[in-house]
């Protein structure tokens, strides 16, 4: 393990080694080690293959921004290795390569590829014949990819935790502007969370020279409270969102006042094979030597275009690298850093630029150049550190409503307009120097706490200082690309090259947006931190239009990748459980969705239920129809405005059976209305439709103005439909209450204690047979139900579900809404014209579209029918016209035991909704032939029901 | 006829908590009022300890809840967001016309009540990590600047529409729909054990839910 002396900077523990494996063999590092610092002490300078070339590719950034160190952590792909700490224990294997990353076979596409991997192959080629795709897919999906996901996963890997967090200011970005910016805020009063992508505060500072700063900095913003959030990135800007991804923690950041300092990323050089492991970008080298005391190379050459290259170039030869020569676009390089590396015996070259890089599996050498030719030079070195400028990383910025344009002189995109409650400081506000960064970050600070009431005393003495210290940098504009010869990449994620752009701007898509999509350019992991500068200037150099004009691609999240698993939090569903639930799962129930609930479909044997309710008696949980409260002096009056029939002439203790109605007559919804007294009424729906149906009420209430009261109390009531032919048996052995056919007739409603347990009964029957539905509080339905059971065991009672349910309401017709009538079923579709009481006096909702009806044979009708042969038609099945085309549709269909057929209903045209018509269904291509009966197939007089 | 089927009526078989699935498991439970409420979960002494260290939280889906509808001086002001204490409990605006009353508030002297004591399951969070957990599934903004003691919010509670009560400094009050109980105190316990919590039982969560009467100051 080769490391430097150690430095006060340095992240790494040396007395703390730590042992992993990467590819099977065994690498030592230190506490504090990323996993590239590890493998570079360990001598090795390749960690992946390249997207699409297979090309070995090196370190680029050294901070885990970049895709080109893409690694599978134990079972984990797409880590980047090198902003992945470095763990005990942990299996590291790189990625796109087979079969080794020394020899991969697939690189061959980068020897011999050709023509077959220039931009839009695949579009072109893959669309015919249309019939082979499920093959070419098949290929590409194996070809294609970054790792792969574990095919089985026992176990959610992602112990996700959301975390909601309110503040007053968030400042994304912890270098120095971010952390001044916070230590201000909070010290003004405000509720201030930092957040910063690396494990510690201090951006820049830690690895130039400045850690003592940003340690003083970030421990005074700790004191004046600041939250502050490492290893955290913000991933986007949604209108008051932030998320901010922590591990597998998901902060949802929503604060009043945004603070933007997440200062500016590094650029890399365009030219030929500048991919070539031994190139990475300076500031990278930088931190590979001050944080973690590795030497990014032997003998380098430094490529620049500003001074922050002179800076690096100084400090690499602080550590001890051999710089051979900096090479510097700018024919006049400033005196400064430029002296001091010739003091140095650097050698300063001013005008030139890298234009080739050489060697096959790793740097050699560099041809440096004029841009425009002449000046060659090639220079031997195995580390080539570039700085082609900064760009400010606006993304976030942009997300969230900001605007940006080129600034030329800074040869980067600069923020112009920021949304109301958005601050901007260090780069990204146009700061770049460390002094200026930081009281860039005051200001800021102090201007987001002002705008929240917290005025600091000195702000405009402050607007005024720092307006007037912008200093202009000195930066020459890169090259679009430089040189002849090798593959010349602008986007080292997807592999896109100059060639491959430029044959996209030939083809037409002349627009960043276009060609983004063309070629892919800026779409990989690191989401055109190192492409959206050099690919815009390659179409601007192409099209002869200017930066300003060619811009920006839309900024979108994630602005750093982030696994599924962080956003899919944790893994509870929002089920609405009755509250006798716990008793079905004890009694065996299939459990399943009905939905928003969870309910018992049956308890084993359907049949046997539905059985059991015509032979002895059934109890089902209705606990999930909805039921209101309607209450006032005007509830009946509210009632009668919503409902076609009359509600408000109800006698206390009576029910009766009601549809709501759009204004367009269709049905929305049906149940039943029981008047408990003069000025209440217990109203049910659907289960599905509860909600709805209360708003609907809630809404009109609101706009009739009446004085009445809706309340939901569907949670709140346990209900069981007791049904069967001696359920008068069942519950004279838990109630007083005379339920017999004269003292509790058909739709009436009586109170009374079963079981012990005050209920309100409702003399109802959905499925057909005499039936009590019983009410009460929900605390006390798991003991009605027993007290039930318990009296029902001797008789034969048994517990039903949703399944034999279906089969007995069909029995008898009744029908469910949703299920049986559709978005254009009025009541006369439906075959209950007998509900629409036109003479009402009041006007209710849908009587003038039934008005325009009244007298009108419906198109469609909905009818019963028997199936001749045995077969069961799908629900949705076509019934068919004279003419053989769909006329109609099936809505439920069942084997009834009881009526020894296959029984259902269905929407017939209007000719065919007559007693014996035989229609014709087809299913799925088979033909299944019926018989219309409109009267129910149980019960058609309903002396049963009602008996 | 009334709606008096709505009520837990006395002398029937006890009450059963909405939440009961998940919040009996391991329970002592005692009759109270009518229901059946959990005592402790065995270990008086740590669950004191989690709710003053960490975070305790427990059923309370046995204090009364009522809706008041109509005029009156007890409705109070819902865009204060505040509770006002009524009695051994509080009345929550809802809207300029209806509260929530929760907790043995009386008889308010005008309006009509509905019991909704079984429609609304309750859960009650206290210690340090209160606030904490209520963030780990639900957006509402709990700081005490924003929200404080007696500060009460209706809102989307782990993704159910429901409120929430500040009953004191550490003290809170959830309060949702009863068909979510099982599911809501999965949530509540999966948040709060993360941060070092436990289930507790009336017996430790007594000190910490602050009645009404008493003063409470804000850390605003």
């Not at chain 1, 580390?383 to 040869?411: E, K, N, T």
């Not at chain 1, 659907?686 to 009420?697: H, I, K, L, Y």
Request: glycine residues 12%; negative net charge.
């Amino acid at each position: 393990m080769s490391r430097l002396a150690a430095t006060p900077g340095e992240r790494i523990d040396r007395s703390r080694p730590l042992g992993f494996s990467f590819d099977g063999k065994p690498v030592t590092g230190y506490e504090g080690d990323t996993i590239v610092s590890a493998l570079y002490a360990d001598g090795r300078r390749v960690f992946s293959r390249s997207f699409k070339y297979h090309r070995p590719r090196g370190e680029l950034c050294g901070c885990g921004q970049c895709a080109n160190s893409l690694v599978d952590v134990d079972g984990s792909p797409g880590v980047r290795a090198c902003g992945e700490p470095a763990r005990a224990g942990m299996t590291v294997t790189h990625l796109n390569a087979w079969p080794s990353l020394e020899h991969d076979v697939m690189s061959a596409t980068d020897r011999f590829g050709g023509r077959f991997t220039q931009v839009g192959f695949y579009y072109k080629t893959f669309i015919r014949p249309r019939r082979l795709w499920p093959v070419y897919e098949k290929v590409l999906r194996r070809a294609a990819g970054l790792g792969r996901l574990r095919e089985r996963q026992d176990e959610r890997e992602w112990e996700t935790e959301y975390r909601r967090r309110h503040c007053d200011v968030l400042v994304i970005g912890g270098g120095v502007a971010g952390l001044a910016a916070a230590v201000r805020a909070a010290e003004l009063g405000a509720d201030v969370v930092l957040c910063d992508e690396d494990v510690e505060p201090g951006g820049a500072l830690l690895f130039e020279g400045g850690q003592e700063r940003a340690r003083e900095l970030a421990d005074q913003a700790r004191a004046a409270g600041v939250e502050v959030l490492t290893r955290a990135a913000a991933i986007g800007t949604f209108d008051d969102l932030v998320p901010v991804v922590q591990g597998s923690v998901l902060h949802q950041v929503r604060a009043a006042r945004t603070i933007v300092a997440a200062g500016a990323i590094q650029q890399p050089l365009v030219f030929g094979d500048n991919d070539l492991p031994g190139i990475m970008l300076s500031g990278g080298a930088r931190r590979l030597g001050a944080l973690y005391g590795v030497a990014p190379g032997k003998a380098a050459v430094v490529a620049t275009v500003d001074d922050r290259g002179l800076d690096d170039a100084l400090a690499l030869v602080a550590m001890g690298v051999e710089v051979r020569a900096v090479a510097d676009l700018r024919p006049e390089v400033p005196g400064g850093p430029a002296a001091r590396l010739r003091e140095a015996g650097v050698e300063v070259l001013g005008g030139l630029t890298p234009v080739r890089g050489h060697g096959r599996r790793a740097l050699e050498a560099v041809t440096v150049a004029r841009p425009r030719g002449g000046g060659e030079r090639r220079i031997d070195c195995d580390l080539l550190a570039v700085s082609a400028g900064a760009a400010p990383a606006l993304s976030l910025a942009l997300q969230g409503g900001a605007r940006a344009a080129y600034d030329g002189a800074r040869a980067a995109f600069r923020l112009t307009d920021l949304p109301a409650g958005m601050f901007a400081a260090g780069a990204a506000a146009g700061f770049d120097d460390r002094e200026s960064a930081e009281r860039s970050g005051l200001l800021a600070g102090a201007e987001a706490a002002a705008s929240l009431g917290r005025h600091h005393p000195r702000l405009r003495e402050e607007q005024v200082r720092l307006g007037g210290e912008r200093p202009e940098p000195l930066v020459a504009t890169p090259p679009a690309w430089a040189g002849e010869g090798g593959k010349a990449f602008v986007d080292l994620d997807e592999d896109v090259t100059v060639k491959d752009v430029k044959q996209a701007v030939a083809e037409g898509f002349e627009s960043l947006e276009l060609s983004k999509r063309y070629t892919t350019v800026t779409m990989g992991p690191s989401q055109g931190r190192f492409s959206q500068l050099p690919s815009a200037r390659l179409i601007a150099a192409e099209t002869g239009l200017d930066l300003e004009t060619v811009g920006l691609t839309t900024a979108r999240p994630p602005w750093t990748s982030v696994p599924l698993g962080v956003l899919a939090g944790r893994p509870f569903e929002a089920a609405k459980r009755s509250p006798v639930h716990a008793r079905h799962r004890e009694l065996g129930a299939s459990v399943r969705w009905a939905g928003d609930w969870m309910r018992a479909y049956d308890y084993g044997d359907a049949e046997a239920e539905t059985r059991a309710v015509h032979e002895a008696a059934g109890i089902i949980d209705v606990s999930t129809l909805g039921k209101l409260i309607v209450r006032g002096p005007e509830a009946g009056e509210l009632l009668d405005r919503l409902y076609p029939n009359r509600i408000s002439n109800l006698a206390p203790g009576r029910i009766r059976y009601g549809v709501l109605l759009t204004d367009a007559a269709r049905i929305t919804d049906d149940g039943t209305i029981c008047r408990l007294d003069e000025e209440t009424f217990y109203v049910t729906t659907t289960s599905s439709g509860a909600g709805a149906v209360e708003q609907w009420f809630t809404w009109w209430l609101a706009d009739w103005g009446l004085d009445a009261t809706v309340t939901d109390v569907t949670q709140g009531l346990a209900a069981i439909n007791v049904a069967g032919p001696r359920v008068r048996e069942v519950l004279a052995r838990v109630t007083d209450l005379d339920v017999g056919k004269e003292a509790f007739p058909y739709l009436d409603a009586k109170q009374a204690k079963v079981g012990g347990v005050e209920c309100l009964l409702l003399r109802i029957g959905f499925v057909g047979e005499l039936g009590y539905e019983i009410h009460c509080a929900g605390a006390h339905g798991q003991a009605l139900w027993d007290a039930l059971a318990d009296a029902g065991a001797e008789l034969g009672v048994r517990p039903f579900g949703l399944e034999p349910q279906r089969v007995l309401r069909l029995e008898k017709q009744h029908i469910i809404v949703g299920q049986d009538t559709d978005s254009e079923s009025t009541p006369y579709v439906a075959a209950m014209p007998w509900i629409v009481k036109l003479d009402k006096e009041q006007e209710f909702i849908g009587r003038w579209a039934l008005e325009q009806r009244r007298g009108e044979a419906p198109p469609l009708e909905l009818v019963g029918f028997r199936c001749a042969d045995g077969k069961v038609p799908a629900e949705g099945s076509v019934v068919l016209g004279d003419d053989g085309t769909p006329a109609g549709e099936v809505t439920s269909a069942r084997f009834s035991a009881k009526v020894d057929a296959v029984i259902g209903m269905a929407r017939v045209p209007n000719e065919l909704a007559a007693d014996g018509a035989r229609i014709s269904i087809s299913d799925g291509g088979q033909r299944i032939e019926a018989v219309v009966t409109k009267e129910p197939f149980f019960d058609p007089e309903g002396e049963v029901l009602r008996g | 006829m009334s709606a008096g089927f709505l009520t837990v009526a006395a002398g029937g078989p006890p009450a059963r908590s909405p939440l009961a699935e998940g919040s009996h498991r391991g329970a002592e439970l005692e009759e109270r009022d009518g229901w059946m409420v959990v005592a402790s979960y065995g270990d008086a002494e740590g669950e004191s300890r989690a709710r003053r260290e960490a975070v305790g939280w427990a059923d309370l889906s046995h204090l009364p809840k009522a809706e008041l509808s109509g005029a009156g001086t007890w409705i109070g002001s819902p865009a204060e967001g505040l509770a006002t204490p009524r009695g051994d409990g509080w009345s929550c605006p809802l809207t300029p016309r209806r509260a929530l009353l929760v907790g043995d508030t009386g008889a308010p002297p005008e309006g009509a009540t509905l019991d909704l004591t079984s429609s609304l399951g309750a859960i009650s969070i206290v210690g340090p990590e209160a606030r904490e957990t209520i963030a780990r599934f639900c957006a509402l903004d709990t700081r005490a600047a924003v929200m404080p003691p007696f500060g009460f919010r209706p809102g989307s509670i782990a993704r159910t529409p429901g409120y929430l009560l500040r009953a004191g400094e550490e003290a809170f009050l959830l309060i949702f729909g009863a068909a979510y109980g099982a599911y809501m105190w999965e949530v509540v316990a999966d948040a709060g054990s993360r941060l070092g919590g436990r289930p507790v039982g009336a017996a430790a969560l007594t000190p910490a839910l602050p009645a009404p009467r008493q003063e409470v100051t804000t850390d605003a």
